[in-house]
């Protein structure tokens, strides 16, 4: 008896579209600003409210989230509708993905240099520091 062959999935090279980067880079800009809005919201709500508690109700979380999350819908509606942010952002898209990433030996090296220079710079200015204060503190004896 012969066992039937395995499927194996079709592998399709995808060509890069900067629109779908895009269009995630503006969803992911809404969820942010959303988050920015709905807390500054509140807290100036909270700010205001401490001054005329009478006029305002108390801060509501919901209600702040929702302002804060409506206008940031509609910020990012608009931007991206508008024609030349979204050009530029699909042109940011394709320079970054030209971009020859460092590979795991290459960032290892380079983030030992970056820790022994640091460790040579903070010895001199450490020395540097510790002359100039005797220097100061046998002035101030004259």
């Not at 969820?31 to 807390?39: E, M, R």
């Not at 979380?61 to 030349?84: D, E, H, Q, Y």
């Not at 200015?125 to 002359?131: G, K, N, T």
């Amino acid at each position: 008896m012969t066992t039937p062959p395995r499927n194996r999935k079709l592998v399709v090279a995808r060509e890069f579209d900067p629109s779908r980067w895009a269009h995630a880079a503006f969803f992911l800009g809404f969820l942010l600003l959303a988050y920015v809005l709905s807390n500054l919201t509140e807290d100036m709500w909270a700010l205001l409210w401490s001054y005329w508690p009478r006029q305002l109700g108390r801060p509501a979380p919901n209600i702040a989230s929702a302002l804060g999350t409506g206008v940031a819908l509609v910020s990012a509606l608009i931007a991206w509708r508008n024609k030349r942010w979204f050009t530029f952002v699909s042109e940011v898209a394709v320079e970054v993905s030209q971009v020859t990433w460092p590979t795991r030996a290459e960032t290892r090296v380079a983030t030992m240099v970056v820790v022994v220079l640091t460790l040579v710079c903070s010895v001199i200015l450490a020395m540097m520091d510790l002359f100039w204060s005797n220097v100061t503190d046998w002035l101030y004896a004259l």
